[in-house]
T-cell receptor
Framework: EAQVTQNPRYLITVTGKKLTVTCSQN?????MSWYRQDPGLGLRQIYY???????DKGDVPEGYKVSRKEKRNFPLILESPSPNQTSLYFC??????????????FGPGTRLTVL | AQSVAQPEDQVNVAEGNPLTVKCTYS??????LFWYVQYPNRGLQFLLK??????LVKGSYGFEAEFNKSQTSFHLKKPSALVSDSALYFC???????????FGKGTRLHILP
């Protein structure tokens, strides 16, 4: 089944404790992206990747890192989480991006709480 | 600055009535426009998109959207609402030749039985 998977689905952690949220897609998509969803703010793009080893900042990249060593995986890293990073996070992928019109496929979401 | 606006936080419609969820955008060039739906505890699902051509776009679950270039709008519509349409709806825009995607804040649609 074609899908985007994220792990963990729920995570409660404490300030400053490094964490990684994994994202994987099995559709051979080139483009992958991370979003955070907050009430009243909608979805905001954190980072995106056009292809392996190609990443770029979205609208709210501060406090996050990403890597794209393999086409299928796009982990989101919080080196030193803070309470303002408490949010619902979504990973998404699409076949290609530059100038294309492809729609995105979203993962189920990761609800992160930073105490 | 490029942006997408969904002016209504919530829309209430009686079952069987037509529904409209509004979206306006401000981007340079010709945009690509999308609607996504989010059901409780789920990720976003694609509904429809406008790229070029006919201003009326038909999508999943009986939804359609009308692109209006002069009003820079892309309103989502359905002729007859179902209770199962109750969800959170997001409008999104990809500016032409831009890698980023901009989402609106979302509109919660309540269909009343």
């Amino acid at each position: 089944e074609a899908q985007v998977t994220q792990n963990p689905r729920y995570l409660i952690t404490v300030t400053g404790k490094k964490l990684t949220v994994t994202c994987s897609q099995n559709m051979n998509h080139e483009y992958m992206s991370w979003y955070r969803q907050d009430p009243g703010l909608g979805l905001r793009q954190i980072y995106y990747s056009m292809n392996v080893e190609v990443t770029d900042k979205g609208d709210v990249p501060e406090g996050y890192k990403v890597s794209r060593k393999e086409k299928r995986n796009f982990p989101l890293i919080l080196e030193s989480p803070s309470p303002n990073q408490t949010s619902l996070y979504f990973c998404a992928s699409s076949p290609r991006l530059a100038g294309s019109t492809d729609t995105q496929y979203f993962g189920p979401g990761t609800r992160l709480t930073v105490l | 600055a490029q942006s997408v606006a969904q002016p209504e936080d919530q829309v209430n419609v009686a079952e069987g009535n037509p529904l409209t969820v509004k979206c306006t955008y401000s981007v340079s060039g010709n945009p690509y426009l999308f609607w996504y739906v989010q059901y409780p505890n789920r990720g976003l699902q694609f509904l429809l998109k406008y790229i070029t051509g006919d201003n009326l776009v038909k999508g999943s679950y009986g939804f359609e959207a009308e692109f209006n270039k002069s009003q820079t709008s892309f309103h989502l519509k359905k002729p007859s609402a179902l209770v199962s349409d109750s969800a959170l709806y997001f409008c999104a825009v990809r500016p032409y030749r831009d890698d980023k995607i901009i989402f609106g804040k979302g509109t919660r649609l309540h269909i009343l039985p």
